[in-house]
Antibody, heavy 117, light 110 residues
Framework: EVQLVESGGGLVQPGGSLRLSCSASGFTFTSHAMNWVRRAPGKGLEWVSS????????FYADSVKGRFTISRDNAKNSLYLEMNSLRAEDSAVYYC??????????WGQGTLVTVSS | QSVLTQPPSASGTPGQRVTISCSGS????????VYWYQQLPGTAPKLLIY???QRPSGVPDRFSGSKSGTSASLAISELRSEDEADYYCAAWDVSLRGRLFGGGTELTVL
């Protein structure tokens, strides 16, 4: 069974940093690109970033470019999102998402990030 | 404001057919596949339609997708109360070099 379990969310002050992790199991992690997608309170889904299966292709939404860094450790079946210079508008539930042929076919349950003083 | 435009809300009664539209441009829908996701209250999103009109295993054939030019639509027939959810279209944008989601449509079953 495919499982994606996010962790690392919490309360952080504006300008602060946070590192999200996603532990993957139940599939061959190295065969899939992975993504982070978020949903802010009262808003819709927003794609944040994607990383290819061997970390060769990395993309970011303009809203996070230069502040967030996506990475993966294939030996640990793990995906990460390093978030710096956090703003109130970054507050959201962050989902770890598996990609297959451009489809987002499996989603984790999400981890909540709250940016507030 | 999203680059992919969806109506913020839609509604129907049980048994009815409802369609949700998604309007984009030549750099996204016009040149790439469209995907649809369903997010039930309090749960993670779920893939509903991929590559414009394909259904993943387990998705009822009451759900169907179509695309024409720079627009796409999701149709839900034989509406049920459990279909109450937020629905999102998505597509890759070649100009932005990123994945786009529509603003989402909240479906209410009256």
């Amino acid at each position: 069974e495919v499982q994606l379990v996010e962790s690392g969310g919490g309360l952080v002050q504006p300008g602060g940093s946070l590192r999200l992790s996603c532990s993957a199991s139940g599939f061959t992690f190295t065969s899939h690109a992975m993504n982070w997608v978020r949903r802010a309170p009262g808003k819709g889904l927003e794609w944040v970033s994607s990383i290819g299966d061997s970390s060769s292709h990395i993309f970011y939404a303009d809203s996070v470019k230069g502040r967030f860094t996506i990475s993966r450790d294939n030996a640990k079946n793990s995906l990460y999102l390093e978030m710096n210079s956090l703003r109130a508008e970054d507050s959201a539930v962050y989902y770890c998402v598996r990609e297959v042929e451009e489809s987002f076919d499996y989603w984790g349950q999400g981890t909540l990030v709250t940016v507030s003083s | 404001q999203s680059v992919l435009t969806q109506p913020p809300s839609a509604s129907g009664t049980p048994g009815q057919r409802v369609t949700i539209s998604c309007s984009g441009s030549s750099s996204n829908i016009g040149s790439n596949y469209v995907y649809w996701y369903q997010q039930l209250p309090g749960t993670a999103p779920k893939l509903l339609i991929y590559k414009n009109n394909q259904r993943p295993s387990g998705v009822p054939d009451r759900f169907s997708g179509s695309k024409s030019g720079t627009s796409a639509s999701l149709a839900i027939s034989e509406l049920r109360s459990e279909d109450e959810a937020d629905y999102y279209c998505a597509a890759w944008d070649v100009s932005l070099r990123g994945r786009l989601f529509g603003g989402g449509t909240e479906l209410t079953v009256l």
